[in-house]
């Protein structure tokens, strides 16, 4: 017996055939952008962890790093510069700038921490070498920094991308 070829048949055989690879691409496609936006928000999510820990971390490294308890302060930043010495903020007052004073024979030198343009940075000076807060070093990105002392504990906080918000408090050890 023969088998009679309909034209009618082989095109709608065809066009499920070609109607199931489109939805098989279709569906690939989704899966591929869904992952691609679940990979997308996990590696955000982790860069902006690194971020709060880096930020947190340097600070506390810096401050239990110090060996004197009178020579870290809180202070007020200023845009315009500063030389020679740092006027400290009475304790329970807050600044925005850490200002950590180290003595090398007769030289005072200054460690200023605090934000600037979006990112934490820090200057390491001379007390007689006026300061720019444009030139400190990049530490990491932090939206605003704040830190208040007293008596023996420094508390600050910072955020990142304004949005979230990290306390801490660091007790110093030095004498």
Same mark, same amino acid.
């Given at each position: 017996m023969?088998?009679?070829?309909?034209?009618?048949? $082989?095109? *709608?055989? %065809?066009?499920?055939?070609? %109607?199931?690879?489109?939805?098989f691409l279709t569906?690939?496609? /989704?899966? *591929?952008?869904?992952g691609? +936006? #679940?990979y997308?928000s996990?590696?955000?999510?982790?860069? /902006?962890? $690194? !971020?709060? !820990?880096?930020?947190y971390?340097?600070?506390?490294n !810096?401050?239990?790093?110090?060996?004197?308890?009178? &020579?870290?302060?809180?202070?007020a /930043? $200023?845009?315009?510069?500063?030389?020679?010495?740092?006027?400290?903020l009475p +304790?329970?007052?807050?600044?925005?700038?850490?200002v950590?004073?180290?003595?090398?024979? +007769?030289?005072v030198?200054?460690?200023?921490?605090? #934000?600037? =343009? &979006?990112?934490?940075?820090?200057?390491?000076?001379? =007390?007689?070498?006026?300061? $720019?807060?444009? =030139?400190?070093?990049?530490?990491?990105? #932090?939206?605003?920094?704040? #830190?208040?002392?007293?008596?023996?504990?420094?508390d600050?906080?910072?955020?990142? =991308?304004?949005e979230?918000?990290?306390?801490?408090?660091?007790?110093?050890?030095?004498?």
């Amino acid at each position: 017996m023969e088998r009679k070829n309909h034209p009618a048949r $082989s095109s *709608i055989t %065809m066009l499920i055939i070609l %109607m199931l690879f489109g939805f098989f691409l279709t569906a690939s496609a /989704l899966i *591929i952008v869904s992952g691609a +936006d #679940v990979y997308k928000s996990v590696t955000d999510g982790m860069e /902006l962890d $690194s !971020r709060l !820990r880096a930020s947190y971390a340097y600070i506390a490294n !810096r401050i239990r790093g110090n060996e004197s308890r009178e &020579g870290i302060f809180s202070a007020a /930043l $200023s845009e315009e510069g500063a030389m020679g010495s740092i006027e400290p903020l009475p +304790d329970r007052e807050t600044g925005d700038m850490l200002v950590l004073t180290e003595t090398y024979g +007769d030289d005072v030198y200054y460690t200023r921490i605090y #934000v600037w =343009d &979006g990112w934490l940075r820090e200057s390491f000076l001379w =007390d007689q070498t006026p300061f $720019s807060p444009a =030139d400190g070093e990049k530490i990491t990105e #932090v939206s605003a920094f704040s #830190v208040t002392k007293e008596e023996e504990k420094i508390d600050y906080s910072f955020s990142l =991308d304004g949005e979230i918000f990290f306390a801490a408090t660091a007790c110093l050890r030095g004498n």
